[in-house]
């Protein structure tokens, strides 16, 4: 498969932060790729909080992907909350998904530990902490489990300046209410019925992941990240890229084969 013919990517960040520092055109390449900047984040941070929620990102993201590869297929990778963000598009779009990735991406509310908290806390109080966290970036990276060395801290700092507390809420709220309701498991199982759906995680995380057991079954693999945790981007965002690079690959084969 040449250059040109190979599908899109498109990176969906997280509750927190972006993906676009850690793409490398080198490790996909010559891939396709966008990482479209989410209502409430980056460029796209004046948006208000009361029309910020996942089924407005897919909406969005609908938007900017016809904007930039028009009517092609693309894979999605989403972390974490992008996770869920991808798995709604991908049910909400399906023609227009070729592949999944779900780095870590929300199955229920035991995987929103920390948007749990962020929901429900008075907005002041989320305001005050993303400000704590920006003063001091040492402090989010120690209680994410990781060493405040140099290249972290500055990785750190462009995450926690990439949107306003109101967006951490409204997206902490939002998951919340996704991944508690009843019907959400019966909408994923027929999502990785009808599209390929690879799982990635850390080493070091993957035993917190609540992955349920049909979820592994039907997946087209599960890869293992050695020696990381759920920031893996942050931590090796080089050997990030490089099995992403290898999982889409791998997704491509299997989706011409079908």
Request: some cysteine; hydrophobic content about 45%.
């Amino acid at each position: 498969m040449n250059t040109g013919e190979q599908t899109p990517v498109i990176f969906i960040n997280g509750l927190i932060g972006t993906l676009k520092s850690q793409l490398s055109e080198q490790a996909f390449s010559g891939r396709p790729m966008a990482a479209p900047d989410l209502l409430g984040y980056g460029r796209e941070a004046g948006w208000q909080a009361g029309v910020i929620n996942i089924a407005a990102q897919v909406e969005h993201l609908e938007q900017k992907i016809a904007q930039q590869f028009g009517e092609r297929k693309v894979h999605l990778v989403g972390h974490s909350v992008g996770g869920v963000v991808a798995y709604l598009f991908a049910l909400r779009y399906p023609e227009r998904v070729a592949g999944v990735v779900s780095v870590e991406g929300n199955f229920s509310l035991k995987d929103a530990f920390w948007s749990s908290s962020v929901a429900r806390a008075p907005a002041q109080e989320v305001a005050d902490m993303l400000a704590g966290y920006r003063a001091q970036p040492h402090t989010w990276l120690t209680k994410a489990g990781l060493a405040p060395e140099a290249l972290l801290l500055e990785r750190a700092q462009e995450w926690l300046a990439h949107q306003p507390a109101g967006t951490l809420q409204a997206m902490a709220q939002s998951v919340v209410a996704i991944t508690g309701a009843p019907d959400y498991p019966g909408q994923l199982q027929h999502l990785f019925e009808c599209t390929p759906v690879h799982l990635l995680a850390g080493e070091r995380s993957v035993s917190g992941w609540d992955i349920p057991a049909w979820a592994r079954s039907a997946s087209h693999g599960l890869t293992l990240m050695p020696d990381t945790g759920h920031l893996m981007m942050l931590e090796d965002p080089a050997g990030f890229a490089q099995r992403l690079a290898a999982i889409l690959v791998q997704l491509d084969q299997q989706t011409a084969r079908a």
